[in-house]
Every structure is written in structure tokens, then in C-alpha cells.
């Protein structure tokens, strides 16, 4: 079965250019996750959407970062401009329903580096 | 279930020996949760979930003990394997979609 699938696995970006993510979640899930890893505050939830549409971007650090999900099958995380403290991992996933006891399952992660 | 700082536990098991992992959860509220293993380079991939109305669960060779009294939950994996060399680190859900994941243990594996 195919995964969670993000694109692309490594990104190395100047200061100031913009940075795109994509994400296709797992088919069937209806909820589909933006997380960022950095080793400083482990894993935070940036945004979540049902059904495509936005539910919580409480998680989303500042203006520069937007993400949408024009259909069921993909969403794109973007940052612009990027800035150096951007630099982390950034995990899509997605959910079938989100309650407790529903598992989110993670992508491989696209490792940003901004310099 | 703060986020992780710049230096992660580590247990350190011999090759064949079992290991015990440790979480300790922040809200008595949450209701369910997941073990997660993430290698390097990779994605937290799920190993094994609890929900609060269960003590224990068994999966293939690991096992998930939860005691809410004194919120915390714990990981064995039996027989240890070079294999399970990797970050382990739980969620825990207070009845929502905001996972509160913990600080994470890193396992080496002796051979």
C-alpha cells in the first residue's frame, strides 16, 4: 500500500527564495496533517485540514507560511520568503478520521535546509 | 509531553535482550495512544497503540503498558534487534486531532 508521499526529500535554499512541499496523503483519509521537526522543539502540528478545507493553522509560525489543499489527493506547504531558522523537516500525514483512537501516519519528511 | 530538547535519553540493550521504554504522558484527559519509531532519515512510523480503557496490549514482539494512575506509559520490545535501533517516542490524544508527542528515546542496540 502506498504511503503518505512528499516531495521533495531534501531542499537546500538560499535566504529569501521561496520554498514549496507537496504532499499526497494516503487515498481514503479525509484529514491530512503539516508537522515540523526541528531537534529544539521535537514535533509541532503547523495545520490540519478535513475534507480539504482548513481547520486549525493556529500551528502555522507566521505569515510566510501558507499551505492549501485544492483536492483530496495533494496539498503543498509553502514559505515566502524562507529564512534560515526555517530550516527543520517537515512531515505531511494524513488520518482516516480524526477521534481518538484513529492513527496518524507520517510521510518520509522533506528536509529543508535554508542558508 | 514537552517538546524534545537538544539531547534525547538513550538506552543502550544488548543484541537478544528485552527493552523497556519510558514515557511519561501530560494530560489525564487523553484517551489514546501511539508508539511511534522513526529511524534516521525517516518518518515516525507507527508500532502500537493503546486506548485509556486497556492496561497492556501485545503486538509482534512489543508490548504496551499504560497506567493512568501515575500517567505514564511504557514500550517493551522483546528480543531486541540491530533493527530497532531508533527513536521512540509516544502520542498521547486528549480526545482531539492536537497529538501531544513526548521528548522521544533513542535505542542502540548493542551487537
Known amino acids: 500500500d502506498a504511503g503518505v508521499i512528499q516531495s521533495p526529500r531534501h531542499e537546500v535554499t538560499e535566504m529569501g527564495q521561496e520554498v514549496t512541499l507537496r504532499c499526497k496523503p494516503i487515498s481514503g483519509h479525509d484529514y491530512l496533517f503539516w508537522y515540523r521537526q526541528t531537534m529544539m522543539r521535537g514535533l509541532e502540528l503547523l495545520i490540519y485540514?478535513?475534507?480539504?478545507?482548513?481547520?486549525?493553522d493556529s500551528g502555522m509560525p507566521e505569515d510566510r507560511f501558507s499551505a492549501k489543499m485544492p483536492n483530496a489527493s495533494f496539498s503543498t506547504l509553502k514559505i515566502q520568503p524562507s529564512e534560515p531558522r526555517d530550516s527543520a523537516v517537515y512531515f505531511c500525514?494524513?488520518?482516516?478520521?480524526?477521534?481518538?483512537?484513529?492513527?496518524?501516519?507520517f510521510g518520509e519528511g522533506s528536509w529543508l535546509t535554508v542558508v | 509531553g514537552e517538546s524534545v530538547g537538544l539531547h534525547l535519553p538513550t538506552l543502550s540493550v544488548q543484541e537478544g535482550d528485552n527493552s523497556i521504554i519510558n514515557c511519561a504522558y501530560s494530560n489525564s484527559a487523553s484517551d489514546y495512544f501511539i508508539w511511534y519509531k522513526q529511524e534516521s532519515g525517516k518518518g515516525p512510523q507507527f508500532i502500537i497503540d493503546i486506548r485509556s480503557n486497556m492496561d497492556k496490549r501485545q503486538g509482534q514482539r512489543v508490548t504496551v503498558l499504560l497506567n493512568k494512575t501515575v500517567k505514564h506509559l511504557s514500550l517493551q520490545i522483546a528480543a531486541t534487534q540491530p533493527g530497532d535501533s531508533a527513536v521512540y517516542f509516544c502520542a498521547e490524544s486528549p480526545g482531539t486531532y492536537k497529538y501531544i508527542f513526548g521528548t522521544g528515546t533513542r535505542l542502540k542496540v548493542l551487537a
Open positions: 485540514f478535513n475534507n480539504n478545507v482548513p481547520i486549525d
Open positions: 500525514a494524513s488520518s482516516q478520521r480524526v477521534e481518538s483512537g484513529n492513527t496518524i501516519y
